[in-house]
T-cell receptor, first 115, second 113 residues
């Protein structure tokens, strides 16, 4: 497609379960970013990929969070043993290259609710 | 430690008037700034940006002003239209840094018809 897509759009899970969130970036974009937005909060940076490698994982809240990117395209964010505080909208963005000032194009997000 | 702050969570403006959204930052290494607009249930979309070598950038009804000494930027929308009603995020990055953007908490703008 023309834009960044994310799936699922909504996910309800029980505390303690694992979830996988998927991001399909714009074709040809080498940079991919994950953010989350908790209720009433701004966008919190989680991790970014340059190609398939993740130079900056500093935003991952805990070791329950991990992400991977394969083939320089699709990325998966995995949250293990979900907690209620993980409830948020998880946003993925991509940009042509990794460069400060490069416009990031966002997907619609995955709304995660942990009961 | 909130490096990018948007101290006004909401703003209401009459249609046709000017909307001014403010953003403050603390990190002097930031040298590139962007504004994003977000509608409900959608991802943020890029609106306008400014590099620290400039103090103003204009694109149609949208103008961003940067005051480096005050570590402050603002977005002006003139004239405001009901379709501008959205949440606006400012973001900052440092070209010498790790290429990630630091976002503010957003300001919800409501343009009244």
């Amino acid at each position: 497609g023309a834009g960044v897509s994310q799936s699922p759009s909504n996910k309800v899970t029980e505390k303690g379960k694992d979830v996988e969130l998927r991001c399909d970036p714009i074709s040809g974009h080498t940079a991919l970013y994950w953010y989350r937005q908790s209720l009433g909060q701004g966008l919190e940076f989680l991790i970014y990929f340059q190609g398939n490698s993740a130079p900056d994982k500093s935003g991952l809240p805990s070791d329950r969070f991990s992400a991977e990117r394969t083939g320089g395209s699709v990325s998966t964010l995995t949250i293990q043993r979900t907690q209620q505080e993980d409830s948020a909208v998880y946003l993925c963005a991509s940009s042509l290259v990794v460069l400060a000032g490069e416009t990031q194009y966002f997907g619609p997000g995955t709304r995660l609710l942990v009961l | 430690d909130q490096q990018v702050k948007q101290n006004s969570p909401s703003l209401s403006v009459q249609e046709g008037r000017i909307s001014i959204l403010n953003c403050d930052y603390t990190n002097s290494m930031f040298d590139y700034f962007l504004w994003y607009k977000k509608y409900p249930a959608e991802g943020p979309t890029f609106l306008i940006s400014i590099s620290s070598i400039k103090d103003k950038n204009e694109d149609g009804r949208f103008t961003v002003f940067l005051n480096k000494s005050a570590k402050h930027l603002s977005l002006h929308i003139v004239p405001s239209q009901p379709g501008d009603s959205a949440v606006y995020f400012c973001a900052a990055s440092a070209t010498s840094g790790t290429y990630k953007y630091i976002f503010g908490t957003g300001t919800r703008l409501k343009v009244l018809a």
